[in-house]
């Protein structure tokens, strides 16, 4: 069992950067691969990346990747978001998932955990 509770978001100006954490409870964190989803009003929830549970492979949706970076630290049970030139079209209620399967995934059906969420705003 893993629970995971997002912290960070908040409001940006467009060309700021923000990053957004995710604390995670249970002893199997080191052994689950993770990702970060967001979805805004009205749109489905989209990936936007994830990570092996080693931190040593790490991948992208084509609208964040160069602006975004996703990073672990399995000896405090944390992963990151750090976002970098943020457009207001990131506006939206990110969320960190967790599975115990090896291998990429792009759905949010193919994860397990789910946080709560936490909401970032990028304004003009």
């Known amino acids: 069992q893993v629970q995971l509770v997002e912290s960070g978001g908040g409001l940006v100006q467009a060309g700021g950067s923000l990053r957004v954490s995710c604390l995670a409870s249970?002893?199997?964190?080191?052994?689950?691969?993770m990702g970060w989803f967001r979805q805004a009003p009205g749109k489905e929830r989209e990936f936007v990346a994830g990570i092996s549970w080693s931190g040593g492979s790490t991948y992208y949706a084509d609208s964040v990747k160069g602006r975004f970076t996703i990073s672990r630290d399995n000896a405090k049970n944390t992963v990151y978001l750090q976002m970098n030139s943020l457009k207001p079209e990131d506006t939206a209620i990110y969320y960190c998932?967790?599975?115990?399967?090896?291998?990429?995934?792009?759905?949010?059906?193919?994860?397990?955990?789910w946080g709560q969420g936490t909401q970032v705003t990028v304004s003009q």
């Open positions: 249970g002893r199997t964190f080191s052994r689950s691969a």
């Open positions: 998932a967790a599975t115990q399967r090896s291998g990429n995934y792009y759905s949010p059906y193919d994860y397990k955990y």
